[in-house]
């Protein structure tokens, strides 16, 4: 009779996980899509200079927003999930105050520093324009995040993905004829385009808000209980964009714009593209773990199938990825990118490291437990950006993906220290064996690829 509840409870987990990747599955592959479009055209059209320069833009625009809004998206779905009905006008109210808040703020803080933040990427202030138009780019992107974790914590997720499906489609339909006619000088307004689409699909598909009259004083204190986690869960999106630009800004200083874009060429693919489906689970994963951090065994369930189901999924993925990796390099840039297959291939066998410290790391974040989370990531940052650094100096772009694999193995003890020492969880014998087989898939593909 265990037996059997335990395969029915787990049988109806992975219908749960299942279910979520099939809604935001095909959408997040159309929005992949348009996304590899657009850089195989920049590959295309401009060069690997553009893929540099989009790149460092980009990482930028990630960087700031990442220090100025707080992570505010995926902090605020709790409060909206768990309001009344009653009160749940307000809590949209105070978001969506809070968007434009934050927006502005990091708006004004780009605009301020656009001849600093130039001088830093590139060694000189002749990209202090380029900045100057991007800091639109910061309130757009938070409005959109306000929009979009309204739809999430109501429970909206039809709208949801219909959303980041049309602005994803629109960005790029803007985006082809500027980079066409403008070519290098499209790189901005085509950033600028592409969040845009996304916040007028958002607005399009959101219900019209109740009015609230609430005060200035009442938004700041309603809005403190999410900023609140929302400033733990910054120190992961910080951390890891910091130490991405720092990474990027040392390889175009000491080797160029085209090695840059080369580089964010086989970042692009492995850390957006593959790990896609980290982000599709975890709308169902993480509201779900939080409501079991009072059990440890539950916990322990929920995180061991979470491992298992990954795992399981990654196994084809990475396989495949490696197999064809020649292939998806010719069909996603030009041949000037082959030069990054042995990266792809090292960092794309990482993912199972990737997958178990990511699920783990859930966990740190749901306990609240602030002061380990802070210490893990920036650990992890750390580790990034010196193994990224020595191993790029000794072995090239190859050894940027030697170094990612490296970066999340030391990962997955750290998390794993916390995870089995600190809070005493366990996993099961099943989760284990997917993670121990899934790694080594990965990394014997890589090796009888030829590396």
Known sequence: MRLSFRTVAR??????VLSTIGIFGGTQAVTILCSLIRVKL??????????????????????IASVTQFNMRSAAVRDIASARQS???????????????????????????????????FGDDTHSGGFMWLSVVLLISSLTGGELAV????????????????????????SVPLFYFLGIDSIVPSIAVYALSTLVAALILREHPEKVRISCRDTAMAGAAFMKLGVWMTVSSFAAVLAQYAIVTYINTSAGMAETGYFQAGYALVNRYVAVLFAAIGMEFYPRIASAVGSRRVTSVYVSHEIAVI???????????????????????TPDFY?????????????????VSWCMAYVI??????????????T??????????????RYGLDGAGYAYIIWYAIYLCIVGAVYFGRYRLRLSPRAVWFMAFSSIAGILSVIIAGK
């Open 11 to 16: 049988h109806s987990l992975s219908k749960r």
């Open 42 to 63: 920049v590959a295309l059209w401009i060069g690997a200079a553009g893929v540099g320069l989009f790149g460092l833009y980009n990482t930028t625009v990630e960087l």
């Open 87 to 121: 009160t749940r006008a307000r809590i949209l109210a105070v978001v969506r105050r809070w968007s434009w808040f934050l927006g502005l703020a990091g708006a004004l803080l780009t605009l301020l520093s656009a001849p600093l933040l130039s001088s830093l990427t």
């Open 151 to 174: 739809m999430q914590g109501c429970g909206m997720l039809r709208r949801l993905a219909r959303a980041s499906l049309w602005g994803a489609v629109g960005g790029l339909m803007l």
């Open 311 to 333: 795992s399981c999924l990654l196994i084809p993925a990475v396989v495949l990825f490696v197999v064809f990796r020649h292939f998806i390099v010719w069909l996603l840039y």
């Open 339 to 355: 030069c990054i297959e042995t990266y792809i291939s090292w960092a794309v066998a990482g993912m199972s490291f990737r997958a």
């Open 365 to 378: 974040v749901a306990r609240g437990d602030g002061a380990v989370y802070l210490l893990t990531e920036i």
């Open 380 to 393: 992890s940052a750390a580790v990034y950006f010196i193994a990224s650094v020595l191993l790029y100096n």
